[in-house]
């Protein structure tokens, strides 16, 4: 009797534990469904393997990946910032990959140098102005935005939003803790009103009249423009792009990116699903559909990422954001920025 | 004597074993976080205190203090209007008056934004007439403390509505006829007896939308206002501080706590039992005149902003975004139900274990139980789910390691990613409404009932089916609607702890949302919206049935 019940469990337990099926790999992406779910469509009508997905906050994903440590089923982590990646790296889930498609494709600063993650898609944190209001020469840097010309004429959004927690720590990297705080002061003296709301929304209060500048991701802004609502057109019609600190550093970039994880279980297949994202149709499709900048050269840009034409990036190794994140969230606290 | 003593101590003795058990499953993960406090949290602390900590507790409780005057002030009045009074409409308002429920806040939030925010169409239309620009008039903020106060009163009232008009409708009619013929006014009766009768229920109700105002998220995250929830994801993930992150925590869950027992205490040994049959239909003051356009514009009012006006947007929205609405939102409703459905059974049947188990042993081992098992619902939801995570996976590793020594195989992970995850989760969080619903409705029974049943040799377990069941009904759909609908809207546990390939509607209405793609993401909401209205008719019919059969059986 003893020996039928242990031989029903080991057999019951058999059939519950996961397959090693070679055919698939599993997805934690922080990249919304909609932003990520038509290309591993395509993925897997190429390859035939199939793609398993749980899409969810990136700091979520994160805890979820480590609490379920050596065990976890997820092969591959998907986030839409370098810091988190960063942090990931940190904590140990990730393992690193190496692979000439990856390195031939993707630039030195967009991938960790130890190859334990990888940029697919670019975009920068800009200044828009309102025509008319401002012109194009008054200002040249993120520098800039603290004096106090600005004066309640700057809309910009949380200190709670990862974009402004990176641009934030990029500054603390260019020119140092002390500066950087007085930079915050400054800016926070200089907003039109106390931030709120998304990035569009910004754009949009701009256009309203409320303040001449605002602080916006491009791929916002390039949604806006090719909206289905007129209201978006007209908004994001009203304001310009400034490429800032173009004869210094280079605007502030960020990407979002992947890494293969520690428990890696597919690890084959996540390494191809990766090199599938930086191929040249997946890199054509960020821009298209999203209006990222694609991280592999010779891709075709969008019309709306053509008009805004070629612009120097900050080549920061993006690790560096991830470092300064907790410094950056500190300071934008003392400096009152809600 | 000892004996007998001895005897019925047995016999309460799984019901003891069974809820101490139950508490301590559903306090793990509120205890793992708060553990998590315990370890030093450094210069963390420091910072908070010199910088935003004073923003946190202000901005929390002056939200706490809009929220209670907004839910009060429409549930309560609503509630009293459609119960005890006769106006044109009543009936209709009757269920459509729970309808906002059913709304996200965070979904309300995003629509009040969109169409009264300075680039919104209302603005943008006065500007236009009026040939104005911004500056040149007043208009008010929606994205402020006093909106977000507005916006969660406007989705949370439907909690104090529901439990103070199941309270009224159980109400003795003697009671209020007696205080009628000692010389008190309609408004007097109302005040100074009807209301302080169903203090239990409108404080039950009142606590709920409380909770739920702490472990906001969505709402004062998008309006740009620092509360304690925000400062513990800030803590948490901004600054990678677990430490100050739960010590943060831990001083939300020591605050309900207090407020919790600051009530008790206030009540100390009040009772609140029918001291009558309510075997007489309710007296239904016909209103006439002033009175009667009051009554239809408070109600409608609540009616308009709550739901109409938004559900409307929304449904306009959906119209012009169509194309989302695509062959997979089939399968989001059918995830959404039936989880949102079993969930609310489980969260019942456990709410009465405990509630009639602390009236059975009314001890304090027991009604602190029922207290900390109902503390998850004022904590964050991804503060629950990480509570949820970590405990789950520990076992699964450790299941896994030991059968690997064993018997060489791998379990991998048997309960983490799975849906048993997430359902415990929305336990943890959610049993608190299924279970404040039950004990009012329970408290309204008098003990005597019990004794008698009891002492005709009915067990514990007979007395609850055949005695306090059939008398709860209308508490029982109540809670197994809240939870239902709770269930249906939740969203940062569901992110992060549903399995793969596994979405629902709020999943989708939050990710397209949060992409700053609202029209796109109005088709989901509507949906939530349209299955959260199902239950909520069925559940007001019923509980008007249950008055009636009353009304009948005398």
């Known amino acids: ?338 | 004597m000892p004996g007998r003593n001895q005897r019925i101590t047995a016999a309460l003795l799984p019901w003891r074993v069974s809820i101490v058990t139950t508490t301590l499953l559903l306090a793990l993960p509120v205890l793992v976080v708060v553990s998590y406090g315990l370890l030093p949290a450094g210069e963390v602390w420091r910072h908070l205190a010199d910088t935003v900590l004073a923003d946190y507790v202000s901005n929390s409780l002056l939200l706490m203090l809009e929220v209670a005057t907004g839910t009060l002030l429409i549930g309560v009045s609503t509630a009293w209007l459609t119960t005890m009074c006769r106006f044109p409409g009543r009936a209709l308002f009757e269920w459509a008056l729970l309808l906002p429920m059913a709304m996200p806040a965070y979904i309300i939030a995003y629509t009040y934004t969109g169409m009264f925010d300075v680039a919104g169409p209302v603005q943008s239309a006065l500007r236009e007439w009026l040939d104005l620009s911004y500056g040149d008039y007043w208009f008010p903020e929606i994205r402020s403390l006093g909106g977000a106060g507005i916006m969660l009163s406007l989705t949370l009232y439907p909690y104090v509505y529901l439990l103070s008009r199941a309270a009224f409708l159980e109400q003795s009619v003697c009671v209020l006829e007696v205080s009628r013929t000692l010389g008190n006014g309609p408004w007097q009766t109302f005040f100074r007896v009807a209301l302080p009768l169903a203090r239990p229920a409108v404080v039950a109700g009142l606590s709920l939308a409380l909770m739920e105002t702490l472990a906001d998220y969505g709402t004062v995250q998008y309006f740009g206002i620092g509360t304690f929830t925000t400062g513990i994801f800030r803590t948490w993930f901004g600054m990678d501080d677990s430490a100050a992150a739960a010590q943060l925590s831990t001083t939300l869950l020591l605050f309900v706590f207090t407020l919790v027992l600051l009530e008790r205490w206030s009540r100390r040994r009040m009772r609140y039992h029918h001291s009558s049959q309510r075997h007489q239909s309710l007296p239904g003051f016909v209103l006439r005149g002033h009175q009667k356009m009051g009554a239809i514009l408070i109600c409608s009012g609540a009616l308009f902003f709550g739901f109409l006006l938004p559900a409307g947007q929304l449904l306009f929205w959906a119209i012009e975004t169509r194309n989302m609405i695509d062959s997979s939102f089939l399968q989001l409703t059918l995830n959404t139900v039936g989880l949102a459905a079993g969930t609310a059974l489980l969260a019942l049947l456990l709410a009465l274990l405990m509630g009639y188990g602390k009236r059975l042993i009314p001890e304090r081992l027991t009604s602190a139980s029922v207290r900390i098992a109902g503390m998850g619902y004022a904590v964050p939801g991804t503060v629950i789910a990480v509570g949820v995570m970590l405990p789950l996976a520990w076992i699964d590793n450790s299941l896994d390691s030991l059968m690997r020594e064993h018997f060489g195989i791998s379990t991998g992970l048997l309960l983490s990613g799975t849906l048993i995850a997430l359902v415990f989760a929305y336990l943890v969080r959610f049993l608190a409404v299924s279970l404040q619903t039950v004990e009012a409705g329970l408290g309204k029974i008098r003990q005597t009932i019990d004794e008698s049943a009891r002492s005709l040799g009915a067990r514990p377990g007979e007395v609850l089916t055949r005695i306090h069941l059939p008398m709860l009904k209308g508490s029982l759909l109540t809670a197994l609607l809240l939870v239902f609908v709770d269930v249906m809207k939740e969203l940062p546990a569901t992110l992060v702890l549903r399995p793969f390939n596994f979405n629902t509607l709020a999943v989708r209405a939050f990710e397209l949302a949060s992409d700053e793609r609202l029209m796109d993401s109005s088709s989901a909401a509507l949906a939530i919206v349209l299955a959260g209205i199902i239950p909520v008719i069925l559940l007001s019919r019923s509980i008007r049935h249950s008055r009636a059969q009353h009304d009948l059986s005398t």
């Not at chain 1, 019940?5 to 055919?23: E, F, H, K, M």
């Not at chain 1, 480590?66 to 942090?87: C, F, K, Y």
């Not at chain 1, 900048?293 to 008009?307: F, I």
């Open chain 1, 1 to 338: 009797m003893k020996k039928i019940i242990t031989l029903g469990l080991v057999l019951a337990l058999a059939a519950i534990a996961p397959q090693a099926i070679s055919s698939e790999v599993n997805v934690y992406s922080a990249r919304k469904e909609a932003l990520i779910k038509p290309l591993l469509d395509r993925f897997t009508d190429q390859t035939g393997i199939k793609v398993n997905l749980v899409t969810g906050k990136a700091d979520a994903l994160l805890k979820r990946l480590t609490s379920e440590g050596a065990n976890s089923p997820a092969d591959l982590l998907i986030t839409t910032d370098a810091g988190r990646l960063h942090r990931a790296k940190s904590a140990g889930v990730l393992q690193p990959v190496s692979s000439t498609t990856l390195n031939n494709t993707i630039p030195v600063s967009y991938r960790d140098p130890e190859g334990y993650w990888h940029g697919l898609s670019v975009r920068a944190r800009v200044i828009t102005y309102v025509k008319g209001k401002v012109t194009p020469d008054q200002l040249a840097r993120y520098e800039d935005l603290a004096d106090a010309t600005w004066k309640g004429r700057i809309c910009i959004r949380s200190s709670g939003n990862i974009y402004n927690q990176s641009l934030v720590a990029s500054l603390l990297e260019a020119n140092g803790e002390e500066a950087t705080q007085a930079w915050a002061n400054g800016m926070v003296g200089n907003m039109a009103r106390k931030p709120k709301g998304g990035d569009r929304d910004q754009v949009k209060a701009a256009a309203a009249g409320v303040c001449d500048l605002a602080v916006v991701n491009t791929y916002y802004l390039g949604a806006m423009i090719n909206s289905d609502d007129e209201k978006q057109r007209e908004a994001a019609a009203k304001v310009a792009i400034l490429w800032p600190n173009q004869e210094g550093r280079g605007a502030h970039v960020n990407v979002s990116g992947a890494g293969v994880t520690q428990s890696a279980k597919h690890r084959e297949e996540a390494i191809r699903l990766l090199e599938f994202l930086v191929s040249e149709d997946s890199q054509a499709w960020y821009a298209r559909v999203n209006h990222e900048y694609p991280v592999r050269e010779g891709v075709e840009w969008s019309d709306t990422l053509k008009q805004w034409g070629q612009f120097k990036a900050d080549n920061l190794n993006l690790s560096r954001l991830g470092i300064n994140n907790p410094e950056a969230v500190r300071l934008m606290d003392r400096a009152g920025w809600k």
